[in-house]
């Protein structure tokens, strides 16, 4: 208040339309100040950074794992393969000697198959009659008729084929009958439509043949009946 009243004096004495400084109004900013400061603010937050250029984004990037590389394994030094040592043999093994083998001693169950086969085999031997399989029906040295004959216990079956006409579309067919009586066997059946049947009656012979005669075309001679390859 001191202040103030000792001020008064003075002010009073200025000259008309001179105000002092500090009651003078501050001189007004130019249009768009205010803009530059705010656009500088925003241009500054805008600059990026030294260094940053060019820089990717690898903030975002998802992280992965590096490759493992495979691992190197050392070659293998074991001992190589060698088969067992078979027996040795001095001379060649023939299909007869059942108690020999060419090879390594047979396994047991090697063994008991064979063993099943056989008994196959031989079950079906005894099924089988005398005149199963293949036959040859021949005459003065000539060959007629090729058979093939089924014998079991409860029938008795074949076909023939005449040799004598080879590629002939009728030189082949069904034995028609086949009769067993005792030791005796008759077969017959027709070489032609129309002709007359040729009827073989044939015995056992000690050889293991079958002998007889034969009636073809009105003719009769004597046959004989043996194994296909004998």
């Known amino acids: ?22 009651a003078q109004p501050a001189p007004a900013q130019p249009p768009g100040a205010s803009r530059d400061v705010i656009g500088a603010l925003l241009e500054q937050h805008a600059r990026p950074a030294p260094g940053d250029e060019d820089e990717p ?16 394994t050392a070659p293998y030094s074991g001992r190589p393969y060698a088969p067992a040592a078979g027996p040795h043999l001095t001379a060649p093994v023939n299909i007869t000697e ?11 169950a090697t063994i008991a198959y064979d063993a ?19 036959w040859t029906l021949s005459a003065a040295g000539q060959d007629l008729y090729s058979l093939q004959l089924v014998d079991r216990r409860d029938r008795l079956e074949g076909v023939w084929r005449d040799v004598r006409r080879k590629g002939a579309l009728n030189g082949s067919g069904l034995v028609d009958d086949i009769q067993r009586q005792g030791s005796e ?6 070489v ?20 007889g005669d034969l009636s073809e075309g009105g003719a009769r001679r004597p046959v004989t009946l043996r194994r296909t390859g004998l």
């Open 185 to 190: 066997v008759t077969l017959r059946f027709a």
């Open 116 to 134: 099943r086969i056989r008994s196959s085999f031989a079950a079906a031997q005894e099924y089988q009659g005398p005149l199963d399989g293949g």
């Open 57 to 72: 984004d690898t903030a975002s990037a998802p992280r992965t794992e590096p490759e493992a590389e495979p691992p190197v």
């Open 1 to 22: 208040m001191r202040i103030c009243v000792l001020l008064l004096p003075l002010i009073a004495a200025l000259p008309v339309g001179i105000s002092p400084a500090w």
């Open 98 to 108: 059942t108690g020999k083998s060419p090879g390594a001693p047979l396994s047991p």
């Open 192 to 211: 032609r439509p129309g002709a007359p049947a040729t009827v073989a009656t044939l015995h056992p012979s000690a050889d293991g043949r079958w002998a």
